[in-house]
């Protein structure tokens, strides 16, 4: 897995599903406390995939996907987290196994802020000038 498909995957998600402009992150862009979510995954590779949003971000995506009735309450945010990040994972398992692979991906659940854990692979993507990271951690074999 690399950096590259991780942006792809994290660009494609951010402007199809939450309907933001989502590009690769430039020495502007402001990092701020984000809320994450993340996903395990079991196929021909298993490993963890995370996604973090800064807060304004979220609740920008909350907006766009549910309407202006989305109230950007903690628990519709934590839910829109945990569908851009099971949204993330669908995008970018296919480009990691073989053509038909099956993977079994876990509930998205909301992790606390922190680092994405030894090996893993980091990609920046800016949205509105803030940054989100999308990590993945892939265990070795026989782990």
């Known amino acids: 897995m690399n950096i590259a498909v991780l942006t792809q995957a994290a660009v494609r998600t951010f402007e199809e599903l939450c309907f933001l402009d989502a590009q690769?992150?430039?020495d502007a862009s402001t990092r701020a406390p984000t809320r994450g979510?993340?996903?395990t995954f079991r196929?021909?590779?298993r490993g963890t995939l995370t996604v973090r949003?800064?807060?304004a971000a979220l609740r920008e995506a909350a907006?766009?996907?549910l309407g202006p009735q989305s109230d950007g309450s903690?628990?519709?945010l934590d839910d829109v987290a945990r569908e851009i990040t099971n949204?993330?994972?669908g995008h970018v398992l296919p480009l990691m196994g073989d053509e038909g692979a099956v993977f079994d991906i876990s509930a998205p659940a909301m992790v606390d802020a922190g680092d994405a854990g030894p090996g893993a692979q980091t990609a920046e993507v800016c949205?509105?000038?803030m940054v989100a990271t999308v990590s993945m951690t892939l265990e070795t074999a026989g782990g």
Do not use: S
Request: net charge neutral.
């Open 43 to 45: 196929g021909p590779r």
């Open 53 to 55: 949003m800064p807060e």
């Open 87 to 89: 949204v993330v994972c």
């Open 63 to 65: 907006d766009n996907m």
């Open 24 to 26: 690769p992150v430039t």
């Open 74 to 76: 903690p628990p519709v």
């Open 37 to 39: 979510a993340r996903v």
């Open 127 to 129: 949205i509105g000038g």
